[in-house]
């Protein structure tokens, strides 16, 4: 089992909170559309992420920035997927909730929620009997966690023995409904011994607790060969869909949880281990320039020709 | 604020919804309203009715669909909202195999008079999985209404009949409309009745949804060229008004069809099939569609507006249409 | 509470044997469809059906004859309604998988595996908004418990705190599939608690205890008004569909269950508790004579003029 | 049994299903198979390819959909056994959102080869909750393929190839087929092809499915009556042989649509517009649709017999068409 690297963290988590400050600041200019930004979710991406070997394969939600980030993607081509241009990781018509990136092992991101959990299961059965070495990591909020894929997916991945890993973002929201008014019991882990799958539970605002969470429970997965849910407990910091002024939240919850920000958390530790502000302002910069730079080339690349997708979408 | 039958407001879609909703449940205790966020999208229903009748739901379609179901078959008269058109994949067995055909099965024991809402079609740009007009599938399976409405007013009065229905109607917000305003009364519309948006003795122009303004559009450009095309918005597409099909057609001739939807078995199919057996005499021209693209619509505004049909492609066709008999077979 | 009849549970458990072996000699004389049985679930419909107060609602699934015999339906007027006959519960237009009798609160047989889940809800729902006394019971098998609905419907009902009475008839077959190759664990009940729902496991061949854990646990959902999971374990005697002949099924495991058959227990025990065969076989005959005069009467029905459904339709 | 090319037998259409699926998995290690009860239907099938290949699931259609969508993006090529086209409702969101729309969504970086199999229609008399012609919603739906065979010969070609097709295709079974047994061999059979059935110069019977022989039937009938009738059978839903159907229509200039669906945005109903638009000029008479009604199926075989179209209909609608041709409007 590898170490996390926590400069290497701080710099992928910033450059995940870069980018979608970048997308909101396009939004409002009219030049990005609305979009669920991952800001708050940043340790549990990368804490996961970089849990995963590179022939592991990834399957998302609709907030899957962080997860694409976090697992190397260009922010320059995946600004041009968002912003619908031929650069894009989907030659722009994916939009900034269907990316996929086949050369990063990313087989989807579902705006459907419980979608990624849909097809998980297949892309785990086609890693066992075609005797692929890498593992399958499903991430989904808690909000899919009603849907009753879940429960079929979970099942399904017990019974015939899936190398799933299941990562529940936990984030306490579903939209505009608190994760309280849609279920009893404190969170979605407790939910997998039902089907017989092992499960973890971890602080999702500690990038160092998931990294390590998610290494002892992606080990298990390619041991046994089989499932194992693991929930990281986070909050929405922003709204659901840019813009959202976030009126329904309770203001105390969401100040509670501000002064819990993997970003903060992580600076602060870095700060007691000795890393002087200006190092880690470094990082900040860095990852503003790394997205001046991408806006830039997104600008520069050209819309596709709206009818080439009248050809893509038989094989 | 007080309105009476005669009372005349402008107002947005998204608005009439609101007040159709608030209208009925204040006539009606039976009526409830469930959904992702219903409660927390209408604090003002949550405030006159309370939370029992206004109710956020956990993230689950099935469930939202089937306890509509489960409500209106035993008193209660439930409005689902399902949010986004495709999301309604999740609820199809609820919608289609319990709502839609229990009653026939039951030899008329029970009824389902509930209402469905989904928003559906272009105008976001976030792509095909939020985006896929799929009204058609409704209206070819039993037991079901289905409506369209172009117009806020339409909406509204719409919407207020789909309620007091005694059975399941799915009402879909074409998103690119929610913020359009019109005039609204208090008055429901009966389902099944099209609306002649425009008179014409050339050419009927077919549509519902937001390509009603695209025929509007178009048959303003042919009146310049000398065209007189009438515009019939359907509203209604289960029962479908075929009489107002058929007499419009039959006093113009000519047929062009526009709508979002795919062309392959849509209603625009079914508009068409209708006119081929019981306009036939009176056609003068082939009956031609104009529709969105038998694809998924891209996640990206500008590329979802660029394949959408154009005033500019329905004007063209149906110039064309005018321009001269199709010589009569022997 | 009130106690269980024996000899009632007798009759009416023999009335449903009668029944059921009645449709399959009419289906191998070409005289009714291919039905599902409900043999060897006798002692489930009746222990649970018999718990239950008369302004409770039910709703079931494709093996529902025992619910409703259970219930006090007519045995002429179900297999009318089986036969596509004009006095049948439904006009005729039902058939065996989908009876629904107003008169006697059974709302649904739903033939759509997991569709009595998705309504029950629903139905729980009314009672609670209009205060209406009664509270529903919705039968399902250990198949449909494999659907996401379970999941969606056991949910919803914990949040919403709907007055259900879920009774799972695990028979160990799900159609031509064992429940084993379904599922990792041994039984249903034990994933009630992941919604917050209280649960309970009974011997289903064992009318007495049945009824005793089926009081319990409506009782319980009477004065919490919350939802309870209660699972009957029992076997499928007979195959899937008739005619079946369960090639597939274990013969010792079938054999085993067989001397479990729950009318044979229940004989024991009345045998046991003092009363002569010959009252036990009056019962049987009386069955026999009520089956008599149902087919009689479901053959005089007329079949229902076809078109009368098409305005059925629509309300 | 070792068959060659050019080897015709005769078997049922259940077993061609069975044979198409053996020489497949013969073919190619990356098909598998999988769905409620597969494995006990199949033995011969576990016993050739082993239980890895061949798989009995839980009951629960959206997980089996959705494995079959994301083993197809990654490399295997699922066959899905559905069971009932009805319990396709529990699996529509895998089918249209994920297999059918996320080869254009990603921009071409996935395809879906997967094959889904469902039986449909009447024969069964057990009602609507298992007999439901929704093959029109996947027509409907972008991204997908449908077929739908009326003989064991065609079953055998079309599902061979809609396995080895990179794309989703439903295979739907007409259950009252089942039984039918008819000549086979090893030959794939291209999609997007109709068959014509029976030559004819005065009326087109367009069908697919049992009613094929509805219309076989019938233009036999209307032979004794001095009519000569083609009887076209789609088998391809989609694509459609839009060239077939238009080379006959225009030959005759006649139409009946005949299908077990409901008519509302049926298949008929999209043959019908093709007609309308592009054999408009050939067209001596309307074009006609015979089908299913619009209820939910009875559940029970006499009633579910009785409310199908028949060939004394479609024979009667025919011979009025062929009686004299309609005015030609001015
Ligand atoms: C099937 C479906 N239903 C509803 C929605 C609308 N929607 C999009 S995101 C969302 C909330 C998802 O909550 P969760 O799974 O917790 O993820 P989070 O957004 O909190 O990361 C909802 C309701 C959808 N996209 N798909
Ligand atoms: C949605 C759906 N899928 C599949 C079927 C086919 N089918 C009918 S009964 C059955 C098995 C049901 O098993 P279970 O729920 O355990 O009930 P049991 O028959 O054992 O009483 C199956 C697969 C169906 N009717 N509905
Ligand atoms: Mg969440
Ligand atoms: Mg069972």
Sequence with gaps: MHLLDLMDALRRMTLIRAYEDTLVTLLSQGRAGGTCTSVGGEASAVGVVSALAPEDLILTNHRSAGHLLARGADPGRLLAEVMGRRDGYCGGFAGSLHVSARELGVVLTSTIVGGELGLCTGVALSQKVLDKPGIVACFFGDGAAAEGRFHESLNLAAVWELPVLYICENNEWQAYVHRRETMLGDGIAARAAAYGVDSASVDGCDVAAVFDAAATAADAVRSTGRPFLLETRGYRLRGHLEPDDQAYVDAAELARWRGQDPLDVLRRRLEEAGLAPAELDAVTREAEARMEAAVAFADASPLPDPARLLDTVYA | ?330
């Design chain 2, 1 to 330: 604020m007080i309105t009476t039958e005669s009372t005349v407001r402008q107002v947005t879609l998204a608005q009439a919804i609101g007040e159709a909703l608030a209208e009925e449940m204040r006539r009606d205790p039976r009526i409830l309203m469930f959904g992702e966020g219903t409660a927390t999208k209408r604090p003002d229903l949550v405030a006159e009715f309370g939370p029992a009748r206004v109710r956020n739901t956990p993230l689950a379609e099935g469930i939202i669909a089937g306890t509509a179901a489960g409500a209106a078959a035993t008193g209660l008269r439930p409005v689902a909202d399902l949010l986004f058109a495709p999301f309604l994949c999740y609820a199809m067995d609820e919608i289609v195999n319990s709502a839609g055909k229990l009653r026939g099965l039951s030899g008329g024991q029970f009824a389902f008079p509930m209402t469905i809402l989904a928003m559906t079609g272009a105008g976001w740009g976030v792509g095909a999985q939020h985006n896929h007009n799929v009204e058609a599938w409704f209206v070819h399976s039993p037991g079901l209404k289905v409506v369209m409405p172009s117009t806020a007013g339409d909406m509204k009065g719409l919407l207020k009949t789909a309620i007091r229905d005694d059975n399941p109607v799915l009402v879909f917000t074409d998103i690119g409309l929610l913020e359009q305003a019109g005039p609204v009364t208090d008055a429901a519309i009966p389902l099944g009745r099209a609306a002649l948006r425009r008179e014409g003795d050339d050419v009927t122009l077919i549509s519902y949804g937001k390509t009603v303004a695209t025929c509007l559009d178009a048959a303003a450009r042919l009146a310049e060229q000398g065209m007189s095309a009438a515009v019939l918005d359907l509203r209604s597409l289960k029962p479908l008004d075929e009489a107002a099909i058929l007499a419009s057609v039959r006093r113009t001739g000519r047929a062009v069809i526009v709508h979002e939807a795919a062309a392959p078995c849509g209603v625009g199919a079914e508009v068409a099939a209708i006119l081929a057996e019981k306009a036939f005499a009176a056609l003068k021209a082939p009956v031609v569609r104009l529709t969105g693209p038998d694809a998924p619509a891209p996640g990206n505004f500008m590329l979802e507006q660029a394949l959408l049909p154009s005033p500019d492609a329905v004007t063209a066709v149906a110039a064309r249409l005018c321009a001269g008999p199709v010589p009569c077979p022997a």
